[in-house]
C-alpha cells in the first residue's frame, strides 16, 4: 500500500501543479519540494517496510481479458533505485530554487510527473505496465527539454523523443511476442518462458530489447542524439535525463534482457560489450576535447554507461553488483556535476573551458564539494565511483580479460578529463569573467551537501548498497543459469 | 433499432424547426435529439435479437458501435456552433441532414442483410454528399463534393455488383444464410469469390483504406472543418463495425481466401498513409492522410480476426475519434480568427505559438497528437496495443513490424503540431475560443486520458 503511495504523491502532486497554473514561481517552488520530500519520506518508509518484510507487492487487475495486471512489487534492486529516485528529485528541484522559470507550475508538475514514470517503471513487475511507464517518463521529460530548451531544443529534443521511441517499439513487439508465447504478462514468470524458446528467437529478442534500451542509456552507435539533448536540455531536465532517465535503460538491461534473453545475451554479450566498451573510449576521448563543460560531462555520462552495459551483459554477480552501484553512483555524480556547471554557467553566462579559470580562489565551499563529486567520478578510493568501477572491471576482466584491459583505461581517461575539466575552470588566474564568483550558499548547499556525503558514504561504507542488491542480483542470475 | 427510428423522426422534425425565423434553438434541440437516440439505443442491451423481418440484427457489440457512432455525433454536432456566424448557412437541413446519416451509420453496425447495409450506406453518403458542399461559395468544396459523390456512387455501384453476384451464388442476401451457404459448398462458384472480393473493396472504400484513399485528402480539406470531423469519425467507426461483421458472420470461413486482399491493404494503408503525411503543410490534409494510416491500423484488427478483433476495433474507433475531434476542433477554433484569402488558414503554421497564447488548447492538441502517434498514457497507445497484439496473436509478427515502423514514421508528422505550438513564435494575435468549445475539448481529452489509463473499459462493458 505504501508503494502505491510513492506513485501517487508526485501523482497528484502534479496534477494539481497543472490545475494550479496561475500560481507564483516560488509557491510553485515549494509545493514541489514539499510533495517531492514527502515522497523521499514515502521511500524511506518502504524501506523499513522492507526490512520487515522482503517480499513486497501489489496487484490489481488492469485488463483483465488478456491477463494484464498492474502489478508493483519491490525487490532489493528496485528498492535502491526507487531509493535513488526518490533522492535525487528533490535535489534536482531544490537545484532551480534561484531560478525562475516561465510556466513555473506546468514545469514543476512536469519534473513530479517524470517522477512518478520513473518509480513506474523501478517497480513494475508487469511487462506492460514496465512497458507504460518506460514510455511515459519520456513525455513530461521531452516537454521539459523541449520548451524550457536552449534555441535548438526543439530539433534536438524531437531527434531525442523520435529516436527512443524508435528504440521502445522493438521493445513492444518482443514484449507482444513473448507475451503470446507465455500467455502472461508477469516477467518472472516470463524468465520461464523466455528459457525455454530456440537459440535463433531468444537472439532476436535480444536485440529487440537491446535496441530499446542501447538507445534509452545510450550505448554506442546509438548515442547521436545524447551529447546535444543534455546540453540543450534546461539543467533540471538534463539531471533528469542522465541521472535517471538513462537508468532506466540499464535497469531495463538487468530486469527485461537478463532474464527474457538468456542465450540471446550468452551468444551475443562478447561483441555487445566490446561495442560499449569501444564506446567507453570514444565518449572519454570526446570528453577530453570538449571545451563545452556541459558537453564534456554528457560526453562523460556515456562513457560511463557503456561500462555499466558491459558489467551487465557479462552476466556474472561481480559485473551485476558493479553496474548497480555504479547507477546510483553516476545519477548521484551526474546531477552533482551538472549542477555545478549550471552554477558556473548562471555567474559567468559562459560554459566555454578557455573563458573560465580561477574560480577557486572566490569559492572555497564550492571547490571543495566540486573536487568531492569529481573524485567520485573519476572512480578514487573512499568515494562511490570506486566501488562501482572496481567491481565492473573485476566482473569484464572475469569474462574477458581483454575486454577488461581495455575496459580499465577508463579509469585513466576518466581522470584525464575530469582533472582537465577541474584545471581549467577552477584553477589558474581568474580573469573577468570569473572575478566576481560568488561562493555557493543557501539551497545551492542544500543540494550539494547531500550528494558530497552520499559521494563519500558510499565510498567508505558500500557494503550496505552491496548487500541490499545481492539477494535480488543473485535471483536474476539464477534465473538465466 | 430505436435509435434509427428515433433520428428519422427527429430528423425530419428538425427540417421543420427549420422555419421558425431564429436559428437559435436548432443546435440545443439537435444536441437533444442525438442524446434521446442514444438513450433509447440501451433499450436493446442485453436483449440480443432481430428486427424488421430478421433484417437488422441488436446485439451489444452493435449497440457498443452504434453509442459510439451517436455520441460522436453529439461531439462534433456541439462543436459546430449552430452555424450562426455564417449568413448564408442552412443549419436546419445540415441538422437533419447528420441525424439521417447517423441513422444510416447505425444501420451499418446492427445490419443483418445486404440490402439493409446497402441503405445505410446510402443514407450515410448521400447526405454526406450534401454536406460536403454545404459551403456553396467555396470552390475547393464543390470540388470535393462532386469528386466525392462520383467515386463514392462509383464504389457503391462495385459494392453492390458485388452484392448481386454474391445473391446469385447463395439465393440469399441474408448474412447468415451466406454462411450457411459457404459452409455446405465444396466448389464455389467462380462469382461467389467476384462477389466477396467486390463488396470488400466497396466496403473499404468508405474507410478510406489505400488504394481506394486518393478521394479522402481533397474531400477533407475542401469540405468545411467540422463536417471533415464528422466524417472522419462516424463513418470509420460505422464502416469498420459493417466490415467486422460481414467477415466475422458471413466470411469466417473463407479467412484464407480474404485476408491476403486485406493483408495487402493493410499494408499499402499503413505506407501510404504515414509516408504521405509527413510531407503535408495542411494541417487539415495531414490528418486526411492520418485517417488512412489509421484505417490501415483498424485493418490489422481484420487480419487479426479473432473473438476480441470487435473490442479491439471498438476501442480502436473510439481512441481515434476521441483525439480526431480533438484536433480538428482545435483547428477550428484557432483557424477561424485567421484567414487567408478570406477562408481560415488550415496550415500546420497557424497553430505556431499557440501554448503562449492558449494553453488550454495547445495541450488538447498535445493530447490528441500523441494519442493519433500511440503514446503511452493516451488512448491510442492502447488502440495500437491491442490491435498489434491481434496480428501477433495470428503470427503475423512481420505485419507488427511494418505497422511499427510506420507508428515510428507517425510519431514525425504528428509532432510538427506539437512542436509548432509549444516551441514557435506566435504572430501575437490572440484566440477568442467559445466556453462550449472548452467543454467538448475538455471531454475528449479527459476520454483520452482516462482510456489511456484505464484501457479495460471498453471489454468490461460488453
Same mark, same amino acid.
Given at each position: 500500500?505504501?508503494?502505491?503511495?510513492?506513485?501517487?504523491?508526485?501523482?497528484?502532486?502534479?496534477?494539481?501543479?497543472?490545475?494550479?497554473?496561475?500560481?507564483?514561481?516560488?509557491?510553485?517552488?515549494?509545493?514541489?519540494?514539499?510533495?517531492?520530500?514527502?515522497?523521499?519520506?514515502?521511500?524511506?518508509?518502504?524501506?523499513?517496510?522492507?526490512?520487515?518484510?522482503?517480499?513486497?507487492?501489489?496487484?490489481?487487475?488492469?485488463?483483465?481479458?488478456?491477463?494484464?495486471?498492474?502489478?508493483?512489487?519491490?525487490?532489493?534492486?528496485?528498492?535502491?533505485?526507487?531509493?535513488?529516485?526518490?533522492?535525487?528529485?528533490?535535489?534536482?528541484?531544490?537545484?532551480?530554487?534561484?531560478?525562475?522559470?516561465?510556466?513555473?507550475?506546468?514545469?514543476?508538475?512536469?519534473?513530479?510527473?517524470?517522477?512518478?514514470?520513473?518509480?513506474?517503471?523501478? *517497480?513494475?513487475?508487469?511487462?506492460?505496465?514496465?512497458?507504460?511507464?518506460?514510455?511515459?517518463?519520456?513525455?513530461?521529460?521531452?516537454?521539459?527539454?523541449?520548451?524550457?530548451?536552449?534555441?535548438?531544443?526543439?530539433?534536438? *529534443?524531437?531527434?531525442?523523443?523520435?529516436? %527512443?521511441?524508435?528504440?521502445?517499439?522493438?521493445?513492444?513487439?518482443?514484449?507482444?511476442?513473448?507475451?503470446?508465447?507465455?500467455? *502472461?504478462?508477469?516477467?518472472?514468470?516470463?524468465?520461464?518462458?523466455?528459457?525455454?524458446?530456440?537459440?535463433?528467437?531468444?537472439?532476436?529478442?535480444?536485440?529487440?530489447?537491446?535496441?530499446?534500451?542501447?538507445?534509452? =542509456?545510450?550505448?554506442?552507435?546509438?548515442?547521436?542524439?545524447?551529447?546535444?539533448?543534455?546540453?540543450?536540455?534546461?539543467?533540471?531536465?538534463? =539531471?533528469?535525463?542522465?541521472?535517471?532517465?538513462?537508468?532506466?535503460?540499464?535497469?531495463?538491461?538487468?530486469?527485461?534482457?537478463?532474464?527474457?534473453?538468456?542465450?540471446?545475451?550468452?551468444?551475443?554479450?562478447?561483441?555487445?560489450?566490446?561495442?560499449?566498451?569501444?564506446?567507453?573510449?570514444?565518449?572519454?576521448?570526446?570528453?577530453?576535447?570538449?571545451?563545452?563543460?556541459?558537453?564534456?560531462?554528457?560526453?562523460?555520462?556515456?562513457?560511463?554507461?557503456?561500462? =555499466?552495459?558491459?558489467?551487465?551483459?557479462?552476466?556474472?554477480?561481480?559485473?551485476?553488483?558493479?553496474?548497480?552501484?555504479?547507477?546510483?553512483?553516476?545519477?548521484?555524480?551526474?546531477?552533482?556535476?551538472?549542477?555545478?556547471?549550471?552554477?558556473?554557467?548562471?555567474? %559567468?553566462? %559562459?560554459?566555454?573551458?578557455?573563458?573560465?579559470?580561477?574560480?577557486?580562489?572566490? *569559492?572555497?565551499?564550492?571547490?571543495?564539494?566540486?573536487?568531492?563529486?569529481?573524485?567520485?567520478?573519476?572512480?578514487?578510493?573512499?568515494?562511490?565511483?570506486?566501488?562501482?568501477?572496481?567491481?565492473?572491471?573485476?566482473?569484464?576482466?572475469d569474462y574477458n580479460a581483454w575486454l577488461g584491459a581495455i575496459a580499465g583505461l577508463t579509469i585513466i581517461l576518466g581522470a584525464v578529463y575530469m582533472l582537465r575539466?577541474?584545471?581549467?575552470?577552477?584553477?589558474?588566474?581568474?580573469?573577468?569573467?570569473?572575478?566576481?564568483?560568488?561562493?555557493?550558499?543557501?539551497?545551492?548547499?542544500?543540494?550539494?551537501?547531500?550528494?558530497?556525503?552520499?559521494?563519500?558514504?558510499?565510498?567508505?561504507?558500500?557494503?550496505?548498497?552491496?548487500?541490499?542488491?545481492?539477494?535480488?542480483?543473485?535471483?536474476?542470475?539464477?534465473?538465466?543459469? | 433499432?430505436?435509435?434509427?427510428?428515433?433520428?428519422?423522426?427527429?430528423?425530419?422534425?428538425?427540417?421543420?424547426?427549420?422555419?421558425?425565423?431564429?436559428?437559435?434553438?436548432?443546435?440545443?434541440?439537435?444536441?437533444?435529439?442525438?442524446?434521446?437516440?442514444?438513450?433509447? /439505443?440501451?433499450?436493446?442491451? /442485453?436483449?440480443?435479437?432481430?428486427?424488421?423481418?430478421?433484417?437488422?440484427?441488436? &446485439?451489444?457489440?452493435?449497440?457498443?458501435?452504434?453509442?459510439?457512432?451517436?455520441?460522436?455525433?453529439?461531439?462534433?454536432?456541439?462543436?459546430?456552433?449552430?452555424?450562426?456566424?455564417?449568413?448564408?448557412?442552412?443549419?436546419?437541413?445540415?441538422?437533419?441532414?447528420?441525424?439521417?446519416?447517423?441513422?444510416?451509420?447505425?444501420?451499418?453496425?446492427?445490419? #443483418? &442483410?445486404?440490402?439493409?447495409?446497402?441503405?445505410?450506406?446510402?443514407?450515410?453518403?448521400?447526405?454526406?454528399?450534401?454536406?460536403?458542399?454545404?459551403?456553396?461559395? &467555396?470552390?475547393?468544396? /464543390?470540388?470535393?463534393?462532386?469528386?466525392?459523390?462520383?467515386?463514392?456512387? @462509383?464504389?457503391?455501384?462495385?459494392?453492390?455488383?458485388?452484392?448481386?453476384?454474391?445473391?446469385?451464388?447463395?439465393? #440469399?442476401?441474408?448474412i447468415y444464410d451466406m454462411a450457411a451457404y459457404i459452409n455446405q459448398t465444396n466448389d464455389a462458384p467462380i462469382y461467389l469469390w467476384i462477389g466477396i472480393t467486390?463488396?470488400?473493396?466497396?466496403?473499404?472504400?468508405?474507410? #478510406?483504406?489505400?488504394?481506394?484513399?486518393?478521394?479522402?485528402?481533397?474531400?477533407?480539406?475542401?469540405?468545411?472543418?467540422?463536417?471533415?470531423?464528422?466524417?472522419?469519425?462516424?463513418?470509420?467507426?460505422?464502416?469498420?463495425?459493417?466490415?467486422?461483421?460481414?467477415?466475422?458472420?458471413?466470411?469466417?470461413?473463407?479467412?484464407?481466401?480474404?485476408?491476403?486482399?486485406?493483408?495487402?491493404?493493410?499494408?499499402?494503408?499503413?505506407?501510404?498513409?504515414?509516408?504521405?503525411?509527413?510531407?503535408?503543410?495542411?494541417?487539415?490534409?495531414?490528418?486526411?492522410?492520418?485517417?488512412? #494510416?489509421?484505417?490501415?491500423?483498424?485493418?490489422?484488427?481484420?487480419?487479426?480476426?479473432?473473438?476480441?478483433?470487435?473490442?479491439?476495433?471498438?476501442?480502436?474507433?473510439?481512441?481515434?475519434?476521441?483525439?480526431?475531434?480533438?484536433?480538428?476542433?482545435?483547428?477550428?477554433?484557432?483557424?477561424?480568427?485567421? $484567414?487567408?484569402?478570406?477562408?481560415?488558414?488550415?496550415?500546420?503554421?497557424?497553430?505556431? !505559438?499557440?501554448?503562449?497564447?492558449?494553453?488550454?488548447?495547445?495541450?488538447?492538441?498535445?493530447?490528441?497528437?500523441?494519442?493519433?502517434?500511440?503514446?503511452? $498514457?493516451?488512448?491510442?497507445?492502447?488502440?495500437? @496495443?491491442?490491435?498489434?497484439?491481434?496480428?501477433?496473436?495470428?503470427?503475423?509478427?512481420?505485419?507488427?513490424?511494418?505497422?511499427?515502423?510506420?507508428?515510428?514514421?507517425?510519431?514525425?508528422?504528428? @509532432?510538427?503540431?506539437?512542436?509548432?505550438?509549444?516551441?514557435?513564435?506566435?504572430?501575437?494575435?490572440?484566440?477568442?475560443?467559445?466556453?462550449?468549445?472548452?467543454?467538448?475539448?475538455?471531454?475528449?481529452?479527459? !476520454?483520452?486520458?482516462?482510456?489511456?489509463?484505464?484501457?479495460?473499459?471498453?471489454?468490461?462493458?460488453?
Amino acid at each position: 500500500m505504501l508503494m502505491l503511495l510513492l506513485l501517487l504523491l508526485p501523482l497528484i502532486g502534479g496534477i494539481a501543479l497543472f490545475l494550479l497554473k496561475g500560481i507564483s514561481s516560488s509557491l510553485a517552488k515549494n509545493i514541489t519540494l514539499g510533495v517531492s520530500l514527502l515522497t523521499f519520506l514515502g521511500g524511506l518508509l518502504v524501506y523499513r517496510q522492507y526490512q520487515a518484510t522482503p517480499s513486497l507487492e501489489i496487484k490489481y487487475g488492469w485488463i483483465p481479458s488478456l491477463a494484464i495486471n498492474f502489478h508493483l512489487g519491490l525487490d532489493g534492486i528496485s528498492l535502491l533505485l526507487v531509493l535513488l529516485t526518490t533522492f535525487l528529485v528533490p535535489l534536482i528541484v531544490l537545484s532551480t530554487f534561484r531560478q525562475t522559470y516561465a510556466n513555473a507550475s506546468v514545469f514543476y508538475a512536469l519534473i513530479l510527473l517524470t517522477e512518478v514514470a520513473l518509480i513506474g517503471v523501478f *517497480t513494475a513487475k508487469d511487462i506492460f505496465l514496465f512497458y507504460f511507464f518506460f514510455e511515459a517518463a519520456l513525455v513530461p521529460v521531452y516537454f521539459l527539454a523541449a520548451v524550457w530548451g536552449g534555441k535548438n531544443a526543439a530539433s534536438v *529534443t524531437f531527434k531525442m523523443f523520435v529516436y %527512443t521511441i524508435f528504440g521502445s517499439l522493438f521493445l513492444l513487439v518482443a514484449i507482444i511476442y513473448l507475451y503470446m508465447q507465455g500467455q *502472461t504478462a508477469n516477467i518472472q514468470e516470463l524468465a520461464v518462458t523466455a528459457k525455454a524458446l530456440p537459440t535463433t528467437t531468444q537472439g532476436l529478442l535480444f536485440w529487440a530489447f537491446l535496441v530499446a534500451f542501447a538507445i534509452k =542509456m545510450p550505448i554506442l552507435p546509438f548515442h547521436s542524439w545524447q551529447p546535444a539533448a543534455y546540453s540543450e536540455s534546461p539543467t533540471p531536465a538534463t =539531471m533528469l535525463l542522465s541521472g535517471l532517465l538513462s537508468k532506466m535503460g540499464v535497469y531495463g538491461l538487468i530486469r527485461i534482457l537478463l532474464p527474457l534473453a538468456p542465450l540471446g545475451v550468452s551468444t551475443y554479450a562478447t561483441f555487445t560489450m566490446a561495442f560499449s566498451i569501444a564506446g567507453l573510449i570514444y565518449g572519454s576521448v570526446l570528453a577530453i576535447q570538449q571545451n563545452n563543460i556541459k558537453r564534456l560531462i554528457a560526453y562523460s555520462s556515456f562513457a560511463h554507461v557503456g561500462l =555499466m552495459a558491459a558489467g551487465i551483459l557479462t552476466g556474472n554477480l561481480s559485473g551485476l553488483q558493479g553496474a548497480l552501484i555504479q547507477m546510483i553512483a553516476h545519477a548521484v555524480n551526474a546531477v552533482g556535476l551538472f549542477f555545478i556547471v549550471k552554477i558556473i554557467y548562471d555567474r %559567468t553566462g %559562459t560554459r566555454d573551458l578557455a573563458a573560465l579559470g580561477g574560480i577557486t580562489q572566490k *569559492t572555497p565551499a564550492l571547490s571543495i564539494y566540486f573536487m568531492v563529486i569529481l573524485l567520485g567520478s573519476v572512480a578514487l578510493p573512499l568515494t562511490n565511483g570506486f566501488v562501482g568501477e572496481f567491481l565492473l572491471l573485476k566482473g569484464i576482466y572475469d569474462y574477458n580479460a581483454w575486454l577488461g584491459a581495455i575496459a580499465g583505461l577508463t579509469i585513466i581517461l576518466g581522470a584525464v578529463y575530469m582533472l582537465r575539466l577541474m584545471q581549467r575552470s577552477m584553477f589558474g588566474e581568474s580573469n573577468e569573467v570569473t572575478a566576481k564568483f560568488e561562493d555557493v550558499k543557501g539551497s545551492e548547499v542544500a543540494v550539494l551537501l547531500p550528494i558530497t556525503l552520499i559521494v563519500l558514504a558510499m565510498g567508505i561504507f558500500p557494503n550496505f548498497f552491496l548487500q541490499l542488491t545481492e539477494p535480488a542480483a543473485q535471483t536474476i542470475l539464477d534465473l538465466i543459469k | 433499432m430505436y435509435p434509427i427510428i428515433a433520428l428519422s423522426i427527429t430528423g425530419l422534425v428538425t427540417l421543420f424547426l427549420g422555419f421558425i425565423p431564429t436559428k437559435k434553438h436548432l443546435l440545443p434541440a439537435t444536441l437533444l435529439f442525438i442524446l434521446v437516440a442514444f438513450a433509447v /439505443n440501451f433499450l436493446d442491451w /442485453n436483449k440480443p435479437g432481430f428486427y424488421f423481418y430478421e433484417m437488422l440484427e441488436v &446485439n451489444n457489440m452493435g449497440l457498443l458501435f452504434s453509442a459510439i457512432i451517436l455520441l460522436t455525433g453529439a461531439l462534433v454536432m456541439a462543436l459546430s456552433g449552430g452555424f450562426l456566424d455564417d449568413e448564408h448557412a442552412q443549419p436546419a437541413e445540415y441538422y437533419a441532414l447528420v441525424q439521417f446519416s447517423l441513422a444510416g451509420a447505425i444501420m451499418m453496425a446492427t445490419y #443483418s &442483410n445486404l440490402l439493409m447495409l446497402f441503405i445505410g450506406i446510402e443514407i450515410l453518403s448521400v447526405a454526406l454528399y450534401v454536406l460536403t458542399g454545404s459551403d456553396k461559395r &467555396n470552390i475547393r468544396g /464543390n470540388e470535393a463534393a462532386i469528386k466525392y459523390f462520383l467515386m463514392g456512387s @462509383f464504389a457503391t455501384g462495385i459494392l453492390l455488383f458485388g452484392i448481386a453476384m454474391f445473391f446469385g451464388a447463395s439465393n #440469399s442476401f441474408d448474412i447468415y444464410d451466406m454462411a450457411a451457404y459457404i459452409n455446405q459448398t465444396n466448389d464455389a462458384p467462380i462469382y461467389l469469390w467476384i462477389g466477396i472480393t467486390f463488396m470488400l473493396i466497396g466496403l473499404l472504400f468508405k474507410v #478510406s483504406a489505400a488504394p481506394f484513399h486518393f478521394w479522402t485528402p481533397d474531400v477533407y480539406e475542401g469540405a468545411p472543418t467540422i463536417f471533415t470531423t464528422f466524417m472522419s469519425t462516424v463513418v470509420k467507426t460505422a464502416g469498420f463495425a459493417a466490415i467486422y461483421k460481414i467477415l466475422d458472420v458471413a466470411f469466417s470461413q473463407v479467412y484464407t481466401f480474404w485476408w491476403v486482399m486485406v493483408v495487402g491493404m493493410t499494408v499499402l494503408s499503413l505506407f501510404i498513409g504515414n509516408i504521405t503525411a509527413v510531407y503535408q503543410q495542411s494541417f487539415k490534409r495531414m490528418l486526411a492522410y492520418s485517417s488512412i #494510416s489509421h484505417a490501415g491500423y483498424l485493418l490489422m484488427a481484420v487480419v487479426g480476426f479473432s473473438k476480441q478483433s470487435d473490442a479491439s476495433i471498438a476501442f480502436y474507433s473510439i481512441a481515434y475519434t476521441l483525439a480526431t475531434i480533438s484536433a480538428f476542433g482545435v483547428l477550428m477554433a484557432v483557424s477561424k480568427d485567421n $484567414l487567408v484569402n478570406g477562408r481560415p488558414d488550415e496550415r500546420i503554421s497557424v497553430l505556431n !505559438g499557440l501554448a503562449k497564447k492558449d494553453g488550454f488548447l495547445a495541450f488538447v492538441l498535445a493530447v490528441s497528437m500523441l494519442s493519433l502517434a500511440g503514446i503511452p $498514457l493516451t488512448a491510442g497507445f492502447w488502440g495500437k @496495443f491491442f490491435v498489434f497484439s491481434d496480428v501477433a496473436h495470428k503470427g503475423y509478427i512481420w505485419l507488427m513490424l511494418v505497422a511499427i515502423l510506420m507508428s515510428a514514421v507517425g510519431i514525425y508528422y504528428y @509532432f510538427k503540431p506539437i512542436i509548432a505550438a509549444y516551441m514557435k513564435e506566435s504572430d501575437g494575435n490572440t484566440i477568442q475560443v467559445r466556453p462550449i468549445y472548452k467543454l467538448i475539448l475538455g471531454l475528449t481529452t479527459i !476520454g483520452t486520458i482516462l482510456f489511456g489509463i484505464l484501457p479495460n473499459i471498453v471489454r468490461g462493458i460488453l
